[in-house]
Nanobody, 128 residues
Framework: EVQLVESGGGLVQAGGSLRLSCVAS????????IGWFRQAPGKEREGVSG????????YYADSVKGRFTISSDNAKNTVYLQMNSLEPEDTAVYYC??????WGWGRAWYVDDEYNYWGQGTQVTVSS
């Protein structure tokens, strides 16, 4: 059974940091790309960051570049999202998702329809 389990969300003041974790199981970790998405109330889901665990290539939305860092620990089948300098606009439910990696994945890492598996989400709330 494929599972993606997120953790690490919470309430933090603006300027603070959180680290989200996404633990994957039920599939060959190196064969899949992992994306982080978020959805705020009343807004569409948007891509935040993506990584290819097989080669480490990483991608970021413009809104989080320089503040968020994605990484993977292949031995633990885990992808992390380190979020620094958090802003109230970062408040959302954060989801990790897995997509079977194919040539050109990086060009559309932010397209949620491409992802096969999703976690249940973890709430991040940033107070001003």
């Amino acid at each position: 059974e494929v599972q993606l389990v997120e953790s690490g969300g919470g309430l933090v003041q603006a300027g603070g940091s959180l680290r989200l974790s996404c633990v994957a199981s039920g599939f060959t970790f190196d064969d899949y790309a992992i994306g982080w998405f978020r959805q705020a109330p009343g807004k569409e889901r948007e891509g935040v960051s993506g990584i290819s665990p097989s080669d480490g290539s990483a991608y970021y939305a413009d809104s989080v570049k320089g503040r968020f860092t994605i990484s993977s620990d292949n031995a633990k089948n885990t992808v992390y999202l380190q979020m620094n300098s958090l802003e109230p606009e970062d408040t959302a439910v954060y989801y990790c998702a897995a997509e079977f990696e194919h040539w050109g994945w990086g060009r559309a890492w932010y397209v949620d329809d491409e992802y096969n598996y999703w976690g249940q989400g973890t709430q991040v709330t940033v107070s001003s």
